[in-house]
């Protein structure tokens, strides 16, 4: 049973894996049209929002039509699949790890408890006053407990920035839809840790975690807002750190209780020092496991399907080749009416595809107050610089055009 959000960008690349697996499909998703076209087995409507009627739903649905796993696909699914997974005995996260590690200030809670390296936090409450803010360490980070894709994440440096900030997310949760994401004011202030950042991704099988890739973010975060660009892999750390990063990840899994499926986690460090930034218990967002091919061309969704079906993994890692992805986010607000350059882009030695994931016509906002990917340039070539700059080319030749 795959979990699909209606608008999620991973359904076709979900979908195509489990039909190479030759698995019979059941999508659940809030509106059944969601995903026509494509050919699941079986529909089952689902209200994502209340985990507990999901489970409910899918203990009558397997009286008829049984089912061997299930995978929330991201972030907005996790919850429903934890759910419906315990009620099952299927294996998955347990519900409680699952909301933890989607709960930024729990998450540091449980992490600082467990001596996890991590930015040092505190709890504050919206609004910010200047009082609060002569208390404050510069620079430090404000963030949403609830947000993801870098909405709502602004770097403070200074007393007048940290109120301007805190009146910035207020504004930002005010016309949230969702009511558990406009909270009750409370956000996270951690101190600002500098350095070069990674992600890792991963599957936790029985509590180890097996690292599948890791990619570097080259061009660098400094804030006031964190728009990610590019991501390549594999990493330039010495192997010795990798081992470091690896170790700490599995803690940070271990403390908050993921044991079972796929994580997303990133990581900063700077030479002596790494802390855990985030660690999220789904994959990579947007279509950026496109990126990631394993053995014989096998992607990231065949591996987490494989491990939700509990059937083995395949034993070769990714290919040799380096690749990467350049996020393409909104400059600035207004209506989104296409790329200028596009065949330019596409043209480029060791590009390999350039996505548009927006329609013409689509009201859009920048970070931090709109996480949305106008599009995706994928690249691969045979060192990770080559590819970056592969990336970077790509980008230079288009014109995102917003009136
Ligand atoms: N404490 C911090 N110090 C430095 N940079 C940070 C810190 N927290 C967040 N960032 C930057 O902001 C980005 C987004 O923050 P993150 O906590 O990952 O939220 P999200 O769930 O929106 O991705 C990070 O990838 C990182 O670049
Ligand atoms: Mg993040």
Same mark, same amino acid.
């Given at each position: 049973m795959l979990l699909i959000p209606t608008t999620s960008y991973r359904t076709e690349d979900f979908l195509n894996a489990?039909?190479?697996?030759?698995?019979?499909?059941?999508?659940?998703s809030e509106e059944p049209s969601s995903v026509a076209g494509l050919s699941p087995t079986r529909f089952l409507t689902l209200d994502f929002s209340d985990p507990e009627s999901c489970?409910?739903?899918?203990?009558?649905?397997?009286?008829?039509?049984?089912?061997? +796993? $299930?995978?929330?696909? %991201? !972030?907005?699914?996790?919850?429903?699949?934890?759910?419906?997974?315990?009620?099952?005995? @299927?294996?998955?996260?347990?519900?409680?790890?699952?909301?933890?590690?989607?709960?930024?200030?729990?998450?540091?809670?449980?992490?600082?408890?467990?001596?996890?390296?991590?930015?040092?936090?505190?709890?504050?409450?919206?609004?910010?006053?200047?009082?609060?803010?002569?208390?404050i360490e510069f620079p430090?980070?404000?963030?949403?407990?609830?947000?993801?894709?870098?909405? +709502? $994440?602004?770097?403070? %440096? !200074?007393?007048?920035?940290?109120?301007?900030?805190?009146?910035?997310?207020?504004?930002? @949760?005010?016309?949230?839809?969702?009511?558990k994401i406009r909270g009750d004011g409370r956000i996270l202030v951690e101190e600002y840790v500098p350095g070069w950042e990674i992600a890792v991704e991963g599957i936790v099988r029985e509590g180890r975690l097996s690292v599948l890739a890791v990619f570097d973010k080259p061009d660098p975060l400094e804030g006031p807002y964190f728009a990610e660009s590019i991501y390549v892999t594999p990493s330039n750390l010495s192997g010795e750190i990798l081992k470091k990063v690896?170790?700490?990840?599995?803690?940070?899994?271990?403390? @908050?209780?993921l044991?079972?499926?796929?994580?997303?986690?990133?990581?900063?460090?700077?030479?002596?020092?790494?802390?855990?930034?985030?660690?999220?218990?789904?994959?990579i967002g947007g279509l950026c496991s496109r990126t990631l091919r394993f053995g014989a061309g096998v992607t990231l969704e065949s591996l987490i399907i494989r491990h939700h079906l509990g059937l083995s993994l395949p034993e070769e890692g990714r290919e040799d080749r380096s690749a990467g992805v350049r996020m393409i986010h909104a400059p600035k607000a207004g209506v989104f009416r296409?790329?200028?350059?596009?065949?330019?882009?596409?043209?480029?030695?060791?590009?390999?595809?350039?996505?548009?994931?927006?329609?013409?016509?689509?009201?859009?906002?920048?970070?931090?107050?709109?996480?949305?990917?106008?599009?995706?340039?994928?690249?691969?070539?045979?060192?990770?610089?080559?590819?970056?700059?592969?990336?970077?080319?790509s980008f230079s030749k288009l014109e995102v055009i917003i009136e």
């Open positions: 489990a039909s190479n697996l030759g698995a019979q499909v059941t999508v659940a489970a409910a739903a899918a203990r009558e649905f397997v009286k008829e039509h049984p089912i061997r +796993g $299930v995978v929330g696909v %991201d !972030d907005r699914t996790t919850r429903a699949a934890a759910a419906i997974a315990e009620s099952l005995s @299927l294996p998955q996260n347990p519900p409680l790890a699952v909301e933890i590690a989607q709960d930024k200030l729990l998450t540091r809670r449980c992490l600082g408890e467990a001596g996890i390296s991590q930015p040092r936090f505190r709890e504050m409450k919206l609004p910010l006053s200047s009082a609060e803010g002569e208390e430090c980070v404000l963030k949403p407990l609830h947000l993801s894709g870098g909405a +709502g $994440v602004i770097r403070a %440096d !200074d007393v007048e920035s940290f109120v301007d900030g805190g009146r910035h997310i207020e504004g930002i @949760l005010q016309v949230h839809e969702d009511e690896t170790a700490l990840t599995e803690e940070a899994c271990v403390a @908050l209780g044991i079972s499926g796929p994580i997303h986690a990133e990581l900063r460090g700077d030479g002596e020092n790494l802390w855990i930034i985030e660690i999220a218990p789904r994959s296409g790329f200028q350059g596009l065949d330019g882009a596409r043209s480029v030695s060791g590009v390999e595809s350039v996505d548009v994931t927006v329609h013409a016509g689509r009201e859009v906002l920048p970070l931090p107050d709109g996480a949305l990917y106008l599009g995706f340039i994928f690249a691969r070539g045979k060192t990770s610089s080559e590819v970056t700059a592969s990336l970077r080319e």
